[in-house]
T-cell receptor, first 112, second 111 residues
Framework: DTAVSQTPKYLVTQMGNDKSIKCEQN?????MYWYKQDSKKFLKIMFS???????INETVPNRFSPKSPDKAHLNLHINSLELGDSAVYFC???????????FGSGTRLTVV | EDQVTQSPEALRLQEGESSSLNCSYT??????LFWYRQDPGKGPEFLFT???AGEEKEKERLKATLTKKESFLHITAPKPEDSATYLC????????????FGSGTQLTVLP
């Protein structure tokens, strides 16, 4: 299946821990994104990579660090997790010239 | 700063009862306006892109229209399977392709 896939789907962890979320797309797209969806359903851009180069870095704590080993993968590493980091994180991809995104199914992060 | 406001927040319809969802936006030059459908526990699923005022697009029971200040998603004779949250987003020209989303309209269609 052609898709954007994220792992894990659920992540429950304690405050202060470090965790990673992985994302892979097999659509051949050249741009990948991380969005955060809060409890009020707002989706906000966090990061974007185009061909492994960081092109968007919104006001996000330094504890969040994206890594793109190749244009099909974009991972999100979070250090020293805080309660306020609890949210659903979505990965998405798009292709230059085609403005639509394809989203993954999300990772629900709960920090306790 | 780009802004998107969707109304109503929630809408309950009887099966077959047509209605419209509203998306008002302010953006520094519109590259595209997007409609997505989001089911619980899933990622947003692309529905439409509209690029200029006056444009309309249709898909089954859904029709999206665009003016210079707002977009409407018209749902004709909805069915229970149309129940979902509908998200509107804008992409500004000159942006690095990020989308600015509204908070969505949660639609429930009762049988």
């Amino acid at each position: 299946d052609t898709a954007v896939s994220q792992t894990p789907k659920y992540l429950v962890t304690q405050m202060g821990n470090d965790k990673s979320i992985k994302c892979e797309q097999n659509l051949g797209h050249d741009t990948m994104y991380w969005y955060k969806q809060d409890s009020k359903k707002f989706l906000k851009i966090m990061f974007s990579y185009n061909n492994k180069e960081l092109i968007i870095n919104e006001t996000v704590p330094n504890r969040f660090s994206p890594k793109s080993p190749d244009k099909a993968h974009l991972n999100l590493h979070i250090n020293s997790l805080e309660l306020g980091d609890s949210a659903v994180y979505f990965c998405a991809s798009s292709q230059t010239g085609n403005y639509g995104y394809t989203f993954g199914s999300g990772t629900r992060l709960t920090v306790v | 700063e780009d802004q998107v406001t969707q109304s109503p927040e929630a809408l309950r319809l009887q099966e077959g009862e047509s209605s419209s969802l509203n998306c008002s936006y302010t953006v520094s030059g519109l590259r595209g306006l997007f409609w997505y459908r989001q089911d619980p526990g899933k990622g947003p699923e692309f529905l439409f892109t509209l690029y200029s005022a006056g444009e309309e697009k249709e898909k089954e029971r859904l029709k999206a229209t665009l003016t210079k200040k707002e977009s409407f998603l018209h749902i004709t004779a909805p069915k229970p399977e149309d129940s979902a949250t509908y998200l509107c987003a804008v992409q500004a020209s000159g942006s690095a392709r990020q989308l600015t989303f509204g908070s969505g309209t949660q639609l429930t269609v009762l049988p």
